[in-house]
Structures are given as C-alpha cells and as structure tokens.
C-alpha cells in the first residue's frame, strides 16, 4: 500500500514561489508516474503535471514555464517547483501515485495580490 504526503504549501503573495514536496512509502516509486493536481474552492480537481519513470514532464498548460515537476527517487520523493505565482493558483494541492492510484491528503497554497 502506498502512502502520499504532502508538505510545503503557504501563503505567498503574487510573483511569489513555492516548492511542494510528496514524500511516498513503497519499493516501487522509481517506476510509477506521478501527478500533481490541485482544487479551488467551489471547482473540480484538475491535473497540473506529471512526471513519468523516466523523469519526462507534462504540464497544464496554465502552469507551463512557471512551474516544474521532478523526482529524486533515492529519497522517494516528487517535488513541484512553482514560480511566478498568480492568485488564481490558489488551491489545495494533492499528489497522486498514478500506478496505484493512491491520493495524498493535500496542501494548501494561497496566493494574495
């Protein structure tokens, strides 16, 4: 059973950056693709990024040229570079472990103007 948990979420005013970090339990990380999603207040969850085994991103086209997805697998751990940030990121942000599509409980980004 995987375990997902999230930390480095906050407060941040625009222009602002932030790293989110997922730290996950199991043998098996090196091989899964990851997925950063995030939901606001009021919509749905929707995907931001992934990154496959072999450390190949996607974005949300939103997101692209300010925020980065990578992975140290040595510890485990997929990170979520956000820079650039807009008071429209604001949002819980979950990782996910997409091969056993295991959720972690999520933090909370809040950007002000």
């Known amino acids: 059973q995987v375990q997902l948990v999230e930390s480095g979420g906050g407060l941040v005013q625009a222009g602002g950056s932030l790293r989110l970090s997922c730290a996950a339990s199991g043998s098996s990380f090196a091989l899964n693709v990851m997925d950063w999603y995030r939901q606001a207040p009021g919509n749905q969850r929707e995907w931001v990024a992934s990154i496959s085994s072999s450390a190949i991103p996607n974005y949300l086209d939103s997101v692209k040229g300010r925020f980065a997805i990578s992975r140290d697998n040595a510890k485990n751990t997929v990170y979520l570079q956000m820079n650039s940030l807009k008071p429209e990121d604001t949002a819980v942000y979950y990782c996910?472990?997409?091969?056993?599509?295991?959720w972690g409980q999520g933090t909370q980004v809040t950007v002000s103007t």
């Open positions: 996910r472990d997409r091969t056993f599509g295991t």
